[in-house]
């Protein structure tokens, strides 16, 4: 089994920052890829961001130059640093792992952008 937690959501100004962490625990070490997802109010869950084990990385073109993922091995968790955040980024943002067998979600993290 694997377990995944994300933190780090809250309320932002636009253009400013934030830092998503998803902190997993289980058979990690099986996992061939992780990404971030979105779901905005009324829309389908999207992909934001994703990685490799290999260090592939592939954005939204809608995040591409402002959003960053990345993982800490040690830590055992991935990031999602957003950087000039604009009200269409709000929603709910997810990570995901990626098995050979099938993919875990986290419980999602609200994310929301406003003056």
């Known amino acids: 089994q694997v377990r995944l937690v994300e933190s780090g959501g809250g309320l932002v100004q636009p253009g400013g920052s934030l830092r998503l962490s998803c902190a997993a625990s289980?058979?990690?070490?099986?996992?061939?890829?992780m990404g971030w997802y979105r779901q905005a109010p009324g829309k389908e869950r999207e992909l934001v961001a994703y990685?490799?084990?290999?260090?592939?990385?592939r954005y939204a073109n809608s995040v591409k130059g402002r959003f960053t993922i990345s993982r800490d091995n040690a830590k055992n968790t991935v990031y999602l640093q957003m950087n000039s955040l604009k009200t269409e980024d709000t929603a709910v943002y997810y990570c995901?792992?990626?098995?050979?067998?099938?993919?875990?979600w986290g419980q999602g993290t609200q994310v929301t952008v406003s003056s």
């Open positions: 990685l490799t084990n290999g260090g592939s990385t």
């Open positions: 995901r792992y990626d098995y050979d067998d099938g993919n875990y």
């Open positions: 289980g058979r990690i070490f099986s996992a061939y890829a």
